[in-house]
């Protein structure tokens, strides 16, 4: 049987709502933000009880010459998508 990593990244390109589908945003429209940041994304991925680490350095590989880092979240054995939605419904009631 296959195990989950513990730690899954995750880039503000997901939740951005300037990008479409295929260029990264990752949720569906109406939970997308404008102009997010990972600590947006650290914000509230602590908020709902996740161990969430800030990755400086890293660049996500569809826009390598932009630097926002990426974060890490501890998603505890639940699906990536399932966190996805989580962490996005919660960045919306933060901003």
């Not at 680490?53 to 998603?75: A, C, F």
Request: no cysteine; glycine share 6%; net charge positive.
């Amino acid at each position: 049987m296959r195990t989950r990593k513990p730690f899954i990244i995750f880039w503000p390109q997901y939740f951005d709502a300037k990008r479409s589908r295929s260029n990264g945003r990752r949720i569906p429209k109406k939970f997308a933000v404008d102009k997010i940041t990972t600590i947006d994304i650290l914000n509230a991925a602590k908020r709902l009880g996740y161990i969430a680490h800030h990755e400086k350095g890293y660049k996500y590989p569809r826009t390598w010459w932009d630097d926002p880092g990426r974060v890490s979240i501890d998603t505890k054995g639940k699906k990536k998508s399932k966190v996805l939605l989580e962490v996005a419904k919660e960045i919306k009631k933060i901003k």
